[in-house]
């Protein structure tokens, strides 16, 4: 450091390594006016930081011939120093800003903040999770992650069923009722919908009788160059209507109702897209919900908070229970096959 400094306080500069130095300075200005003009986006003349530069030098020439060079390499130096902190301030900026746009949505939507109880949930998962790694790296026995990870994902699947799982479950073993016999409880109906109370779509404003509404934002491209989507926020809306089959109609009150099929009826948007998808009057759907007494007559609606009510296209749901004990067959073989693998390795 020493013998920089020494090396810099020696060397005297002419007309001509000056005129270098301005020269090289301009490069110098083009960077720091990147950083300032984007990173701290802050605004200036353009033509500022390529007259100041130079300015700097031809000045430190006149005061000592000495100081070009020194002042040349501060301003060098000066590039990285206000690029670091460019950076770092650009992140804080960004964070706040897509903080308030994510507020804004959600006040839109209707979304709720996230409970300090749930918050702490998710810390405590976490934390499990990774006391979990390091009590295995600690006893050298990481390999028994590779019994752990299917370990949590079969109980998962068993004690902790989502929603289409539990709809599907009970789909294959309720018998399908017809509307003039149906019995109090839990009931699967088939037949065509009909329109009783018209609700409008969110975004393309579509009469229906019900709708999904989803939204998702643009994520950064993959390696192939495919554009992804992340879903932020979903919709799921039904008002009452009717279902009917070959020996009468009931009502159904439609809300809480879940969708229970793949299908996007309306799509638009770039950066953010928009998909809308639709039950309309005459679509042909399989219905699982709890049937009650309103007055007498029979209504169709959701029953407590973990019961299924849901609602599905029946080709697409009979396609599935022809196919679905061939896959159940070819999994349960995988994962014994993968457990005797396992046990190989780990032994």
Same mark, same amino acid.
């Given at each position: 450091?020493?013998?920089?400094? #020494? ?16 020269? @090289?300075?301009? =490069? ?52 990285? @120093? @206000? ?34 109880? #749930? ?8 934390? =499990? ?21 299917? =370990? ?41 919908? #009909? ?74 948007? =770039? ?77």
């Amino acid at each position: 450091m020493n013998e920089l400094l #020494e090396f810099l306080g020696q060397n005297k500069t002419d007309v001509g390594m000056l005129i270098f130095l301005m020269l @090289f300075s301009m =490069g110098i200005a083009l960077f720091l006016t990147i950083i300032f003009g984007g990173l701290f986006n802050l605004k200036f003349p353009n033509w500022l930081f390529f007259a100041v530069c130079p300015l700097l030098i031809g000045v430190s020439f006149f005061i000592d011939d000495r100081l070009p060079l020194p002042v040349l390499l501060l301003l060098f130096v000066s590039v990285f @120093f @206000f690029g670091i902190i460019g950076m770092i301030f650009s992140g804080i900026r960004s964070s706040k800003e897509e903080k308030i746009e994510r507020e804004k949505f959600n006040r839109k939507h209707n979304i709720p903040k996230t409970t300090f109880k #749930e918050k702490m949930l998710g810390l405590l998962v976490f934390a =499990g999770i990774f006391g979990t790694f390091i009590l295995l790296a600690k006893t050298e026995n990481l390999k028994l992650l590779f019994l752990l990870i299917p =370990g949590f994902i079969l109980i998962k699947s068993i004690f902790f069923p989502s929603n289409k799982s539990k709809f599907m479950r009970l789909q294959s073993i309720l018998p399908t009722s017809k509307v003039n016999a149906l019995a109090m409880g839990q009931v699967e109906v088939e037949g065509d919908l #009909e329109q009783i109370e018209p609700i409008i779509s969110p975004y393309f404003s579509k009469p229906c009788i019900g709708y999904f509404y989803k939204i998702e934002k643009e994520s950064p491209r993959d390696d192939d160059g495919r554009t992804t989507y992340s879903t932020v926020f979903t919709e799921c809306k039904t008002g009452k209507f009717k279902i009917k089959d070959e020996t009468g109609s009931v009502v159904v009150d439609g809300e809480g109702l879940e969708f229970y099929f793949d299908r996007v009826d309306k799509q638009a948007g =770039g950066k953010m897209r928009y998909s809308e998808t639709y039950l309309q009057p005459n679509d042909y759907m399989l219905l699982i919900g709890n049937a009650t007494s309103d007055n007498g007559d029979t209504i169709i609606q959701k029953g407590s908070s973990d019961t299924v009510f849901g609602i599905a296209i029946p080709r697409s749901i009979s396609f599935r229970n022809k196919y679905k004990p061939l896959l159940d067959s070819f999994l349960a073989t995988l994962f014994f096959i993968s457990l005797l693998l396992l046990f190989i390795i780990l032994n």
